[in-house]
Structure formats: structure tokens, C-alpha cells
């Protein structure tokens, strides 16, 4: 069956979300056919407003209102400016922030290095950091990327290329979940949980 050309448009434009494939994309265009013209209005007028309102602050990277000098949480005097958590995603910041217990600043890449992607450091938004690095006010920098090939090869990079400023390294913990069972972890979280043990106090 062919499609009217609007309806394909809108199957089209879904299918290049992440995580959207084609019969995905079939039912969300078919639901706002269906649905009342408020719904599709109300999600019209979001895409449009999250274009024209947001932006990324100009020092970490993160998302912020347009029209902001810096993101709120660069601006807060709250905030420990020698501590910097490194994250791939804006969405890696609301994760940390949930936790409530961070007070540091953030720095986002904005991806991760992944060479077969054709994604190199030129990409991130590496030089940025090490020009943060570089101003001798930084205590530490977390390297906070996700536990994957991609990730560890960009914390390692950025670890290579921030020794020279002379701020402390580290690297988020990793390891058993609580409440996880010995028998279901992997054999690499079991690896990571082994060299990465504590001493018990």
C-alpha cells in the first residue's frame, strides 16, 4: 500500500529517532492521524520551542535556555569549580544530578571517540577541557564515560592528555550492582569488581 505523501514524511522523519524503527514509526504517525488536533499541535509547537529556546553553555557543553550567558549549574556559586565530572551525554548530567550528591561542575563531550564512526577527538569537545584544565584552578577531573570499548578509550585519551596539567585523575567506580548475584554478573564486571575492591573498614 502506498502511503499519502504526508503520512510518509512523518513515518520518514520518525525513523531517523534513535531507537524508532519502520513499524514504530508506522504506529506514532498513524496515533496523531487519529488523534485530536491539539495533540499533534501541542507536539508540533514542543519540537519548535526546543529549537528556538535551548542551547549549549558555552563552558561545559550542557543544555541551557537560550539567551544565558552560562548553565545554571556553571553559574551557581554552590559549586566546587576545582572538581570537573566528565560525561558523554547531556542526559549523563541529569543522571549524576538525580543522585543529589555531586557538587561539582560538568564538562559534556558530546560522544565518545569511536574511530570505526569515523569520530575522533577533533569531534568532542576535548580541546575546550584541556583549555579548562589549563587555567591551573582544576583539582580534579572525573572521568565519568560509560563503561564501554568506546569509553574507555576516550577516558584513557583524555587521561593521556590531562597528565601534563597536573590535575588528579579518576575514573568512576565500576563493578557488582547491589543486590546483584555473583552467578549473573559477566565475566568482565566480575574482572572490574575484583580489581576495583576496597578495604573494609
Known sequence: MILPEPIQNLVTAFERLPGIG?????????YLLRAPVD?????????????QQTSFCPECFNIMLTGRERC???????????IICVVEEPMDVIAIERIGVFKGK????????????????DDLKIKP???RAALGNIREVILATNPSMEGD?????LRQQLQSSGVHITRLARGLPAGGD?????????LRALSGRQEMN
Open 129 to 131: 577541557l584541556l583549555a
Open 39 to 51: 495533540v499533534s499541535q501541542s507536539l508540533a509547537d514542543a519540537l519548535t520551542t526546543l529549537k
Open 22 to 30: 519502520p513499524k514504530s514509526a508506522s504506529r506514532l504517525a498513524f
Open 182 to 190: 555473583l552467578e549473573y554478573a559477566d565475566q568482565n564486571t566480575l
Open 72 to 82: 545554571e549549574i556553571c553559574e551557581s556559586r554552590l559549586r566546587d569549580d576545582a
Open 106 to 121: 560538568y564538562h559534556v563531550l558530546h560522544g565518545v571517540m569511536s574511530p570505526i564512526d569515523g569520530i575522533g577527538p
Open 153 to 157: 578509550a576516550t577516558a584513557l585519551y
